[in-house]
């Protein structure tokens, strides 16, 4: 099974890449082929409404090295840094160059890195919301992780803990989309 993973950040180093980072670690580890997209594509200018309504945006090299590496997925790890109590301008401007449809059929796990539980968990529902707009599938578990939490290795057990019960909820969703007549998805 193909699993996207999309670092919300243009940042070189940050607590959204180490979360990535131990997600891609455990999806391998429970047999998932997984592939994180190039943080290039985070860089794509602003959207421009003009260009997306003519179908020009989808001419873009990158905005189609971004449909492809989602289209190719069985599911998406989407992790964010909190910005301003949501997720990153960044992410939320790359998945703005998605069509409608992006993520049919697609069940996504959400993350987030975070000074605190609480920004962390506002920053998953706000993505959540993209997501439901997008055509894709929310695991119920979101995995939120402090910044705090990230450095510590005594903490690194029960995170490791919620990523693998995220990444088991992606399994029966991804089989079930399989499965469903394409109507429906």
């Known amino acids: 099974m193909k699993l996207c993973l999309v ?4 940042a070189a180093v940050s607590g959204c ?9 455990r999806a391998e580890d429970a047999g998932f082929d997984t592939r994180e997209l190039d943080r290039a594509l985070l860089a794509l200018p602003v959207l421009a409404p003009e260009r997306y309504v003519s179908g020009e945006l989808f001419e873009d090299l990158d905005v ?9 997925a069985d599911a998406v790890v989407l992790t964010t840094p909190v910005q301003h109590g949501s997720l990153s301008g960044a992410l939320k401007n790359a998945l703005d160059h998605l069509p409608s449809t992006a993520l049919c059929g697609k069940p996504v796990l959400l993350a987030s890195a975070a000074a605190s539980l609480y920004n962390g968990a506002t920053a998953c529902d706000h993505l959540r919301s993209v997501v439901r707009a997008l055509g894709g599938w929310s695991a119920p578990t979101q995995i939120v992780a402090e910044r705090a939490e990230l450095a510590r290795p005594e903490a690194a057990d029960a995170l490791r803990g919620r990523i693998d019960t995220g990444l088991a909820e992606l399994l029966p969703l991804i089989r079930a989309f399989r499965e469903a007549p394409a109507s429906l998805v």
Not at 7 to 10: E, Q
Not at 64 to 72: I, P, Y
């Open 64 to 72: 189609r090295r971004l449909l492809k590496e989602v289209a190719e």
């Open 7 to 10: 670092s919300g950040t243009t």
């Open 17 to 25: 890449h180490r979360l990535t980072a131990l997600i891609r670690d």
